[in-house]
């Protein structure tokens, strides 16, 4: 059975706050539920994402990384002002890489998030994620082309301004294979097109537990890429993109 890096997933554990997001709070999601579903898909590795409805806590993910173990780490959300000895705090905890929601909500301009963006990479070399929908690239792609390494979530959501987003595919920025259920086109088209242009883009994840989707992850999203991709690009994309991207950047 392929081995799995899961690049996306979220552990909602009750132990800890929500803040409601427009007000929508989720179902809770602890770690014993996640490491039953991983358990039947081989994932082996991956990356906790924290969720608009987490905010700023970071307790949560800090118990999140030491119950999963060795071979995951920590997508984050941080204020403007968080300083540069919490940041190398973090990265030696397990986290790897800042995320703004821009589609929930950000309340950072774009010249602080590009300002943060360059300030997380240079001390820690911290990816950034943008969970961004694709018809709002245009505005946001002269900040991204700047950006030393950044990965966009769920395909980009929407058809609409998709070429956007793979001309930034070919310059080297990653896009989360997740959310199958979020999106409104092809899923299999959309997925051979990225591949096409740059076979490294590609990061599979689970999208667990597909909070706000309109169709949760399945099992069968797995096999839609092997269906659309092949063998080698399935291997890419289920494991060897998200290892690399998250686990051997120098």
């Known amino acids: 059975m392929q081995k799995v890096f899961d690049s996306h997933f979220h552990i909602i554990d009750p132990k800890f706050p929500l803040i409601p997001n427009r007000g929508f709070l989720p179902e809770y999601f602890p770690f014993d539920e996640y490491a039953k579903r991983a358990k039947t898909l081989n994932i082996v590795g991956g990356a906790v994402v924290s969720a608009?409805?987490?905010g700023y806590d970071q307790s949560y993910l800090?118990?999140?990384?030491?119950q999963l173990g060795a071979g995951f780490v920590g997508v984050v959300q941080l204020p403007y002002e968080t300083t540069d000895e919490e940041i190398i705090e973090l990265a030696e905890a397990g986290v790897r890489a800042l995320r703004f929601n821009i589609f929930n909500g950000l309340s950072l301009?774009?010249?602080q998030l590009a300002s943060m963006a360059k300030r997380v990479?240079?001390?820690a070399r911290w990816h950034v994620e943008l969970h961004v929908a694709s018809s709002d690239l245009e505005e946001l792609s002269p900040i991204i082309e700047?950006?030393?390494a950044v990965s966009i979530d769920h395909l980009g959501l929407v058809e609409e301004g998709f070429p956007g987003l793979l001309r930034l595919v070919s310059q080297g920025v990653k896009v989360k294979a997740s959310g199958f259920g979020r999106v409104d086109f092809d899923v299999k088209k959309a997925l051979q097109r990225?591949?096409?242009e740059n076979p490294e883009a590609l990061l599979f994840g689970t999208d667990l537990p597909s909070t706000r989707a309109k169709r949760p992850f399945a099992a069968e999203d797995i096999e839609l890429i092997a269906e659309a991709l092949g063998e080698t690009g399935t291997k890419k994309v289920l494991y060897s993109n998200a290892h690399k991207w998250y686990m051997e950047k120098n």
């Open 109 to 111: 301009s774009h010249d």
């Open 62 to 66: 800090r118990e999140a990384l030491k």
């Open 52 to 54: 608009s409805y987490q």
């Open 146 to 148: 700047r950006l030393p």
């Open 121 to 123: 990479y240079e001390l």
């Open 194 to 196: 990225i591949y096409t």
